[in-house]
């Protein structure tokens, strides 16, 4: 069945550094892949996404390319901020299909 | 403003009893969905509806029911069926379907005692 592996949590790192958030998935067809942000007490935001091979998605500084030869679609993001400490969800949603399927999130925790 | 609002935000009740949480939308979307979200679990689907008065489950409906009467209201009701049913839950709605963009309440936290 289809599915989202993403690192585990929590991620701690100072402002500024190089944040990599891991994502791989497993599904039939060509999925559409996303980045959802969650921040303390709120709902999720949709952060970026991608809908097919090589694409990648991008907003507010992220990254993520769509890799069909690795499965994966990585998180990225150059220079943190303590403003991005929230939890970061990975998701897919295959052709045809109306169910999301969501990462178990990954927390990231920015040090000023 | 456009956008979800979910109420309550806490919500407590005593196990064997129904719950019903509020959902509504005035962004004008035709689907909307219910999610529930456990620590350490990305989230997952209960219900989903595309349009007025049809809804179909997801992964986890057992123990939920749901009624879309109105486009802009999409009501969870927790029934005592539920095993479990200590979790936040998240309602979204979307324009059309599940490749638009889903946005998202902020959630109600349901504590069963």
């Known amino acids: 069945g289809n599915s989202v592996t993403q690192m585990e949590g929590p991620v701690t790192l100072s402002e500024e550094a190089f944040l990599t958030i891991n994502c791989t998935y497993t599904?039939?067809?060509?999925?559409?892949l996303f980045w959802y942000v969650q921040y303390p007490g709120e709902g999720l935001q949709l952060l970026l996404k991608?809908?097919?091979?090589?694409d990648k998605g991008s907003n507010k500084g992220f990254e993520a390319t769509y890799r069909k030869e690795t499965t994966s679609f990585h998180l990225e993001k150059g220079s943190v901020q303590v403003s991005d400490s929230a939890v970061y969800f990975c998701a897919l949603l295959n052709t045809g299909g109306f169910k999301t399927i969501f990462g178990a999130g990954t927390r990231l925790f920015v040090k000023a | 403003d456009g956008g979800i609002t979910q109420s309550p935000k806490y919500l407590f009740r005593k196990e064997g009893q129904n719950v019903t949480l509020s959902c509504e939308q005035n962004?004008?979307?035709?689907?909307m969905y219910w999610y529930r979200q456990d620590p350490g679990q990305g989230l997952r689907l209960i219900y989903y509806?595309?349009?007025?008065?049809?809804?179909q489950k997801g992964d986890i409906a057992e123990g939920y029911s749901v009624s879309r009467e109105k486009k802009e209201s999409f009501p969870l009701t927790v029934t005592s069926a539920q095993k479990n049913p200590t979790a936040f839950y998240l309602c979204?709605?979307?324009?059309?379907?599940?490749?638009?963009?889903?946005?998202f309440g902020p959630g109600t936290r349901l504590t069963v005692l």
């Open positions: 991608a809908t097919k091979a090589d």
């Open positions: 509806s595309q349009i007025v008065n049809d809804f």
């Open positions: 599904a039939t067809g060509y999925p559409s």
């Open positions: 979204a709605s979307s324009i059309k379907g599940p490749t638009d963009t889903q946005y």
């Open positions: 962004l004008n979307h035709d689907a």
